[in-house]
């Protein structure tokens, strides 16, 4: 069931906190939805960056999505190099 939408959309919805990645989850894409799903991460990473804020709420959320997808693309990453997989 991986994957089933836009990997953009689902990196949105990671950074917002709506789905969480774990390695069983990881485990059950392929090295081309794994590959594809990081570099969306990094296109939202980007992205949220990019954002400028004026109240500090929004400084908040802003940290709290960064914080997010830095985890889940430090998991990512630790989970590529256990099993071989080239980024």
């Known amino acids: 069931m991986p994957l089933q939408g836009s990997p953009k959309k689902l990196a949105e919805d990671i950074s917002k906190g709506y789905f969480y990645v774990t390695p069983p989850y990881l485990k059950n894409l392929s090295t081309g ?3 594809e799903l990081y570099n969306a991460l990094k ?3 980007r992205d949220v960056r990019s954002i400028v804020t004026t109240t500090q709420e929004d400084t908040k959320d802003k940290q709290m999505r960064l914080m997010r997808l830095n985890q889940v693309l430090t998991l ?9 997989i080239i980024l």
């Open 33 to 35: 939805e794994f590959k």
């Open 43 to 45: 296109i939202v990473q």
């Open 76 to 84: 990512m990453e630790n989970y590529a190099r256990k099993y071989k």
